[in-house]
Nanobody, 127 residues
Framework: QVQLVESGGGSVQAGGSLRLSCAAS????????MGWFRQAPGKEREIVAA????????YYADSVKGRFTISRDNAKNTGYLQMNSLKPEDTAVYYC????????????????????WGQGTQVTVSS
């Protein structure tokens, strides 16, 4: 069992930056792919970025490509999402998630493929 806890959310002006962290409990996090999702009010949860267990492959939604960077430090059992050049449309609750398939080289873009979820952290970007 893995528990995920996000932190780093907050309120920023457009053009600003935030760095989200996802701290995982348990010794198996390093074996799992992880993803960052977000959900704005009245909208479905959507993929933001994903990264394989090794960090060797990443995926970004078109809306954040070039602005956000996903990374992980398996020694610290922590994943990160660096968000630069934030826009008001980035406002949402951000969730980290882990896919419990060991050492998978696949990256999945839908919430249903992920087994563990954090509680979410609010990101608000004002214009």
């Amino acid at each position: 069992q893995v528990q995920l806890v996000e932190s780093g959310g907050g309120s920023v002006q457009a053009g600003g930056s935030l760095r989200l962290s996802c701290a995982a409990s348990g010794r198996t996090f390093s074996r799992y792919a992880m993803g960052w999702f977000r959900q704005a009010p009245g909208k479905e949860r959507e993929i933001v970025a994903a990264i394989t267990w090794s960090g060797g492959s990443t995926y970004y939604a078109d809306s954040v490509k070039g602005r956000f960077t996903i990374s992980r430090d398996n020694a610290k059992n922590t994943g990160y999402l660096q968000m630069n050049s934030l826009k008001p449309e980035d406002t949402a609750v951000y969730y980290c998630a882990a896919d419990r398939t060991y050492y998978s080289t696949n990256l999945y873009y839908t919430p249903g493929h992920y087994d563990y979820w954090g509680q979410g952290t609010q990101v608000t970007v004002s214009s």
